[in-house]
Structures are given as structure tokens and as C-alpha cells.
């Protein structure tokens, strides 16, 4: 159960974009649309926003889109705000035996 | 409105063992797939274990298999942990967790709980 491969950190200024990669293989990320992201301020619990590879669950603001090609996912944050710093953790679906893996997670600065 | 509340964390040596309780209100417990998800100290978010709605179904990461056990009380809504042979490894907040498709289990995670420290120390 190798986690998924995510850089360690990304930064941007307000108003800008960032794209946050989660490169995985061909049994989760490859083989599901059930990639998941997960934004987690310090000292809190981590919050959905992107499920099932680019959808928003309800509340979470447009600027943040989710997309897959082969077996890497990408969050992409445009417009960026002081309130988008945190960690954010990508999720595959990996079957049946393995279940689920996480991404090592990006920490995201606001510059 | 949907509230997940871990407790039974703790200070615990290695070799012994701890339980976990998630008490679960605002939604039909008995409808959804359940998770606990670890973060060490520092650290990422590790997936740990998923019970089905019904309890016929329960898989493991493979670093606690054979040694935690998940399981659920749907009369009294209420998910736990069972953590024996506790190792300094295991040292994380354990977050229960619910599954976004109810019975369905892909590991989509919609509500989190607030977590609950396990440090495993001599």
C-alpha cells in the first residue's frame, strides 16, 4: 500500500493558481474515478472538497476544480485566498484488497 | 446536522491495548459504510480500516491487520477500534470517519470527527 506521490509543498500569491499533482498507478488512481481531495487547516479535521475525481460537494466554492489523466489526479485552486493555506491530501479507491491510499500531502502557501 | 465524537485515547504502552468509541447522530447510522483514518504526529493522513453498514464487511490496512479490529453498535450508533499489541508506530490521532456513498465503500470520506490522540510510550 505505497501512498500516493504529492509534492511536498506549493505557494502562489492571492489571486493566482496553483495545481497540486497526485500521481498513483495503475490499480487506484488509474483504475477508479474515486480520487478525492482534502483540505486540513492546522489542529482541525480534514474537509472533502473534490470527490469522485472534479466534483464540488455542496458549499465548496468553484475555485477549487479536480481533474485525472492516466494515473495522476490534479487539484487546481484559481484565485487564490489567504484562507486556502493548509495541507491538502489527495484519496484513491484501490480495489477490493488494498481499499484506500492517501497522498503524502502538499502544504500550500499563500504568499 | 452530522456529528461524529471520538473518545478513548490515551497514554498506552507498547504491547498493550486501547479502545476506540465514535458516537455518531444527525444521519442514519445504519446506512452508511464507516472509517477510522490515523494522522501521526506531523505527519499524512493513513487510511486504517472500513466497516460496512451491516457489519458483513470489515477490511484493514495492512500495517494493523491481524492486530486492530474495527466494528459497530447500530442500536446505539456507535463505531469503535479495538487496538491490541499497540507499537510506538501507532501514535497518531485516529479521526472516525463516514463514507460519502453510504453502503457503498470507495473510500470517499464526507464527514470527519474531531479526532482522538493515541500515544503509545513506555
Known amino acids: 500500500q505505497s501512498a500516493l506521490t504529492q509534492p511536498r509543498s506549493v505557494s502562489g500569491s492571492p489571486g493566482q493558481s496553483v495545481t497540486i499533482s497526485c500521481t498513483g498507478t495503475s490499480s487506484d488512481v488509474g483504475s477508479y474515478n474515486y480520487v478525492s481531495w482534502y483540505q486540513q487547516h492546522p489542529g482541525k479535521a480534514p474537509k472533502l472538497i473534490i470527490y469522485?475525481?472534479?466534483k464540488r460537494p455542496s458549499g465548496v466554492p468553484d475555485r477549487f476544480s479536480g481533474s485525472k489523466s492516466g494515473n495522476t489526479a490534479s487539484l487546481t485552486i484559481s484565485g487564490l485566498q489567504a484562507e486556502d493555506e493548509a495541507d491538502y491530501y489527495c484519496c484513491s479507491y484501490a480495489g477490493s484488497y488494498t481499499l484506500g491510499v492517501f497522498g503524502g500531502g502538499t502544504k500550500l502557501t499563500v504568499l | 446536522q452530522v456529528q461524529l465524537v471520538e473518545s478513548g485515547g490515551g497514554v498506552v504502552q507498547p504491547g498493550r491495548s486501547l479502545r476506540l468509541s465514535c458516537a455518531a447522530s444527525?444521519?442514519?447510522?445504519?446506512?452508511?459504510?464507516m472509517h477510522w483514518v490515523r494522522q501521526a504526529p506531523g505527519k499524512g493522513l493513513e487510511w486504517v480500516a472500513v466497516?460496512?453498514?451491516?457489519?458483513?464487511?470489515?477490511y484493514y490496512a495492512d500495517s494493523v491487520k491481524g492486530r486492530f479490529t474495527i466494528s459497530r453498535d447500530n442500536s446505539k450508533n456507535t463505531l469503535y477500534l479495538q487496538m491490541n499489541s499497540l507499537r510506538a508506530e501507532d501514535t497518531a490521532v485516529y479521526y472516525c470517519a463516514r463514507e460519502r456513498r453510504g453502503p457503498m465503500i470507495v473510500v470517499v470520506i464526507d464527514y470527519w470527527g474531531q479526532g482522538t490522540l493515541v500515544t503509545v510510550s513506555s
Open positions: 466497516i460496512s453498514y451491516d457489519r458483513s464487511n470489515k
Open positions: 444527525g444521519f442514519t447510522f445504519s446506512t452508511y459504510a
Open positions: 469522485d475525481v472534479s
